[in-house]
């Protein structure tokens, strides 16, 4: 099944300890993001790839960090969490030429 | 910068009513617009996608049309039904760079 799978789906942490959320999918996607969800804020985007060791900051990268060292892979690597990055994260994958992000489950994150 | 703009929810209808969600964006260029929907505990799915001025995106009876001299993209369905109950998120990119997503309109349907 092609699918865009995140691990945790729910973390509950202290501040300043480093914590990174998996991304995969199974499509051969060039292109992955990753995304926070905020009540009243919609989605901002964190940061993308738009192909293996190619990654850019989006709207609010700060506090974050990406590798892109395989195509399926894209994991989020929080450093040293604090409570303003309690949030819903999503992560999303496409085919650059069909321009259509398909996104995983989502992963809800806590920092005490 | 570039950013989205939709209205603020919720929206309350009557099954069979009819739907209009307004988006708006700013940009300086021509961006490809998208609607996406996301029902309760999960992701966004893609709705629908306009590439260029005039372009008519439409999937599961709802449409919108790429409008240039208004800048807008607003989202209509002529008889929604209560399965329709989700969030709505109009977005905006260019050639896959960023993308910008409006804060989301909460649509609730009623039997």
């Known amino acids: 099944e092609a699918q865009v799978t995140q691990n945790p789906r729910y973390l509950i942490t202290v501040t300043g300890k480093k914590l990174t959320v998996t991304c995969s999918q199974n499509?051969?996607?060039?292109?992955m993001s990753w995304y926070r969800q905020d009540p009243g804020l919609g989605l901002r985007q964190i940061y993308y790839s738009m192909n293996v060791e190619v990654t850019d900051k989006g709207d609010v990268p700060e506090g974050y960090k990406v590798s892109r060292k395989e195509k399926r892979n894209f994991p989020l690597i929080l450093e040293s969490p604090s409570p303003n990055q309690t949030s819903l994260y999503f992560c999303a994958s496409s085919l650059l030429k069909q321009n259509e992000q398909f996104f995983g489950p989502g992963t809800r994150l806590t920092v005490l | 910068g570039d950013s989205v703009t939709q209205m603020e929810g919720p929206v309350t209808l009557s099954e069979e009513a009819f739907l209009t969600i307004n988006c708006t964006y700013t940009a300086t260029g021509y961006p490809s617009l998208f609607w996406y929907v996301q029902y309760p505990g999960e992701g966004l799915q893609l709705l629908l996608k306009?590439?260029?001025?005039?372009d008519k995106g439409s999937n599961k009876g709802f449409e919108a049309t790429y409008r240039k001299e208004t800048t807008s993209f607003h989202l209509e369905k002529g008889s929604v039904q209560v399965s329709d109950s989700a969030v709505y998120f109009c977005?905006?990119?260019?050639?896959?760079?960023?993308?910008?997503f409006g804060s989301g309109t909460k649509l609730n349907v009623k039997p």
């Open positions: 977005a905006s990119s260019y050639n896959f760079n960023k993308f910008y």
């Open positions: 306009a590439t260029k001025a005039d």
């Open positions: 499509m051969n996607h060039e292109y």
